[in-house]
């Protein structure tokens, strides 16, 4: 599928089921560090986010942490 076809069908769902901000690519940085809230070891979370570097998976948590403790203070 064609990006653009990607997008376009997600935010045709993405309304239907009344989740006006949010977009497929902020799912995968919330999958992933839920995963890593979880515990899950970095390897099965790469593997899982079909990610080629296992760093991956620790920057996109620190960025996630990060960005909810300068939302806190």
């Not at 997008?7 to 799912?27: I, N």
């Amino acid at each position: 599928m064609e990006p653009t076809n990607l997008s376009h069908s997600f935010a045709q769902l993405r309304e239907t089921a009344g989740l006006p901000g949010v977009r497929l690519h902020g799912l995968r940085h919330t999958v992933v560090s839920l995963l890593m809230e979880l515990g899950l070891p970095p390897h099965v979370v790469q593997a899982i986010a079909r990610q080629a570097d296992v760093k991956i998976p620790f920057k996109v948590y620190a960025r996630a942490t990060l960005d909810a403790c300068v939302r806190l203070s």
